[in-house]
């Protein structure tokens, strides 16, 4: 047996702690049906969560503070297991995963993990001002 005690062993298990960040779905647009739940005037930040997911609540805290302080802003929640078509569709590989959508329902940026607050509001203000980075 070989025990690997590397850099690049821990690099490796350091990248995978780390919270994944892309930006838009290919013109992916996602709709008040899709979601379940109403779209923001300006922006929309979608959940996508499991029943036992410890980041998944203090995700939930986290968008929803956000959405309370911007007006304009919803925030959606969905349970992936209850959703798995849209899970599948939307390549949804782990729980949190966040979308932000525009005010038109285009996925602006995605990550998985649990976000920053700072991010949130920065992923935001690309969703509403209309810029979008990639």
């Known amino acids: 047996m070989v025990l690997r ?4 062993t821990s690099a490796a298990r350091a990248a ?3 919270i994944r960040v892309r930006g838009r779905d290919d013109e992916r647009r996602l709709t008040a049906a899709d979601l379940g739940g109403d779209l923001g005037e300006r922006a929309t930040l979608v959940q996508f969560s499991s029943a036992f997911c410890a980041p998944c609540r203090a995700t939930r805290r986290t968008l929803a503070e956000v959405a309370r302080m911007v007006p304009g802003v919803a925030h959606v929640e969905i349970d992936a297991e209850d959703r798995l078509g849209l899970v599948r569709e939307l390549d949804v590989l782990k729980t949190p995963t966040v979308l932000v959508l525009g005010p038109d329902g285009e996925v602006v940026r ?6 920053r607050r700072a ?3 920065a992923a935001l ?4 001002d209309g810029r979008r980075d990639g």
Request: aromatic share 0%; glycine share 10%; no cysteine.
């Open 5 to 8: 005690t590397d850099r690049t």
């Open 16 to 18: 995978e702690r780390r």
């Open 110 to 115: 995605r990550a998985q993990g649990q976000p």
């Open 119 to 121: 991010d949130v509001i």
């Open 125 to 128: 203000g690309e969703a509403v």
